[in-house]
């Protein structure tokens, strides 16, 4: 049986920045989600098929190591039942896809550690001109979440030489600002009247709980703040 074509560390990493390019994600941005590839995957030159155990139980896979969060239907089993049998830069495009598509629908994405000054959506991260440096710490804070995450939001920029050699970017825009089309936020007396309503409620819906963590959000972002500065 011929054996599939495994591809090279050069040609899965423009192979995702092209395809992250293609969507729309500015070239930053692109950067900054490659510092944290070679973070986790770098060690087998951005392969598709890395698998990981850190002892907790919640074992990842792939390029950004999808973790095994919420057993059976986890991000993890999505994906690797989405590239079971297919060729390495295929495996590289669903995965890819995969992280700009399905990241809100596995709650993988949480502004809850974001810094205040750059708490945002997951689409409006993909689309933003923000500096690659800190491209790179949202990618690490909001989405990967490791150990010793704070640490490792700044560490992870270390991998900007390895990324930038020989990677194409040609296709990719420079984004737009994550504030031009930000709605003004609800006045104190308007949180307060929602939130006295939903703690009289008996069952709370999962978009309530979700209104009041972005508050306590707010309320908690300039500790982080401090921890990263």
């Not at 190591?65 to 060729?87: E, H, L, W």
């Not at 984004?175 to 006295?196: E, L, M, R, Y």
Request: proline share 3%; charged share 20%; net charge neutral.
């Amino acid at each position: 049986m011929e054996m599939m074509k495994m591809a090279t560390e050069m040609q899965r990493k423009n192979r995702i920045a092209g395809d992250l390019a293609k969507k729309g994600v500015p070239k930053n941005v692109i950067i900054g989600i490659l510092c944290n590839a070679y973070a986790e995957s770098g060690i087998d030159g951005l392969s598709p098929f890395t698998g990981e155990s850190d002892g907790t139980g919640l074992n990842g896979f792939g390029i950004w190591q999808f973790t095994s969060f919420g057993g059976a239907n986890s991000f993890r089993s999505y994906i690797v039942s989405a590239v079971q049998g297919k060729d390495d830069l295929t495996a590289v495009d669903i995965e890819t896809d995969a992280l700009v598509t399905k990241t809100t629908t596995f709650g993988q994405w949480m502004t809850y550690y974001l810094p205040s000054n750059l708490k945002m959506s997951w689409n409006s991260f993909l689309k933003s001109n923000v500096s690659w440096q800190d491209a790179t710490k949202m990618f690490c804070l909001g989405w990967e979440r490791p150990g010793n995450m704070y640490g490792q939001a700044v560490s992870r920029q270390q991998y900007y030489n390895r990324v930038m050699n020989g990677l194409d970017l040609s296709g990719a825009g420079s984004g737009t600002s994550p504030n031009a089309n930000k709605p003004k936020p609800n006045t104190s007396k308007q949180d307060d009247d929602i939130v006295d309503q939903i703690l009289k409620d008996k069952v709370w819906t999962h978009t309530e709980l979700e209104y009041c963590l972005s508050l306590f959000q707010d309320m908690l972002a300039p500790l982080y703040d401090k921890w990263l500065h």
